[in-house]
């Protein structure tokens, strides 16, 4: 089994004040995709910066995620913004899901995909959601094609937290040209006052697919229509793509 990548309380902190919202063209890609397909399931939800905005629009939508400090940052948020999340999170990896609702539609955006890094996890996981599906029940979601903005920081990055406190980021990572994989750790620390008052170390992993390996694996999944298309778009894929989008029906 590959190690997951890990987004711990540190990393979590970071991940909101560097991407606050959902980019809206995103955003709208993914609404329009779901459509009026409803309930619907978000994979790896996060901080809630997808499933918090089409609550909002009064979508029936629940999220998963394996990070407990993702699940509580996205709870807050919730709070702040006014929204009923209750019974719609849960703690749980993909390949592990055990819902008791069914859905209509399913998704998972901004390339978390990847982050199911192994073959049998893989595989495990794509038919897990696809038992959450309704029969034509719909799963779409975004992998990338090779390195793009790194996970895993590479060098030092930093963000101020509302109360001033720093927050900085250092690691690196390696890519395998022949298992697609890339693996890396990040250190993550919290300064108040200028003193070091928290040191996090996160592990990292991303698995990068060509157009053909995923929807290969997708149909080896079961599912009965397997489309991939270029980035957000409803273009077929491009040999120079670094986001792919898959669209299958169960």
């Given at each position: 089994?590959?190690?997951?990548?890990?987004?711990r309380?540190l990393l979590t902190q970071?991940?909101?004040?560097?991407?606050?919202?959902?980019?809206p063209d995103e955003?709208?890609?993914h609404?329009?995709?779901?459509?009026?397909?409803?309930?619907?399931?978000?994979?790896?939800?996060?901080s809630?910066?997808?499933?918090l905005?089409?609550?909002?629009?009064g979508?029936?939508?629940d999220?998963?995620d394996?990070s407990?400090?993702?699940?509580?940052?996205?709870?807050?948020?919730a709070?702040e913004q006014?929204?009923?999340?209750?019974?719609?999170?849960?703690?749980?990896?993909?390949?592990?899901?055990?819902?008791?609702?069914r859905?209509?539609?399913?998704?998972?955006?901004?390339?978390a995909?990847?982050l199911?890094?192994?073959?049998?996890?893989?595989?495990r996981?794509?038919?897990a959601?696809?038992?959450?599906?309704?029969?034509?029940?719909?799963f779409?979601?975004?992998?990338?094609?090779g390195?793009?903005?790194?996970?895993?920081?590479?060098?030092?990055?930093?963000?101020?937290r509302?109360?001033?406190?720093v927050?900085t980021?250092r690691?690196g990572?390696?890519?395998?040209?022949a298992?697609?994989?890339e693996?890396?750790?990040?250190?993550?620390?919290?300064?108040v006052?200028?003193?070091l008052?928290?040191t996090?170390?996160?592990?990292?992993?991303?698995r990068?697919?060509?157009a053909?390996?995923?929807?290969?694996?997708?149909?080896?999944?079961?599912?009965?229509?397997v489309?991939?298309?270029?980035?957000?778009s409803d273009?077929p894929?491009?040999?120079d793509?670094?986001?792919l989008?898959v669209h299958?029906?169960?």
């Amino acid at each position: 089994m590959e190690p997951r990548a890990e987004y711990r309380d540190l990393l979590t902190q970071a991940y909101d004040l560097d991407k606050p919202t959902a980019p809206p063209d995103e955003l709208a890609f993914h609404r329009g995709v779901i459509g009026a397909a409803e309930p619907v399931l978000e994979l790896m939800c996060g901080s809630g910066r997808f499933l918090l905005p089409l609550l909002a629009a009064g979508v029936d939508v629940d999220g998963v995620d394996a990070s407990p400090s993702m699940l509580d940052a996205c709870l807050d948020h919730a709070r702040e913004q006014g929204l009923d999340v209750s019974g719609r999170l849960h703690e749980q990896r993909a390949e592990d899901l055990s819902l008791r609702r069914r859905y209509r539609a399913a998704f998972c955006a901004a390339g978390a995909w990847g982050l199911i890094a192994g073959d049998d996890e893989v595989a495990r996981a794509l038919a897990a959601v696809r038992a959450h599906l309704l029969h034509g029940g719909t799963f779409h979601f975004e992998v990338e094609t090779g390195p793009g903005p790194p996970g895993a920081p590479n060098g030092t990055d930093w963000w101020v937290r509302p109360d001033g406190a720093v927050i900085t980021a250092r690691g690196g990572h390696r890519t395998d040209p022949a298992t697609g994989l890339e693996r890396g750790v990040g250190i993550y620390e919290l300064f108040v006052d200028g003193v070091l008052v928290h040191t996090e170390l996160n592990q990292w992993v991303r698995r990068f697919w060509s157009a053909d390996a995923i929807a290969g694996a997708v149909r080896d999944a079961g599912f009965a229509e397997v489309v991939v298309r270029s980035g957000h778009s409803d273009a077929p894929p491009a040999p120079d793509d670094l986001l792919l989008t898959v669209h299958a029906t169960r």
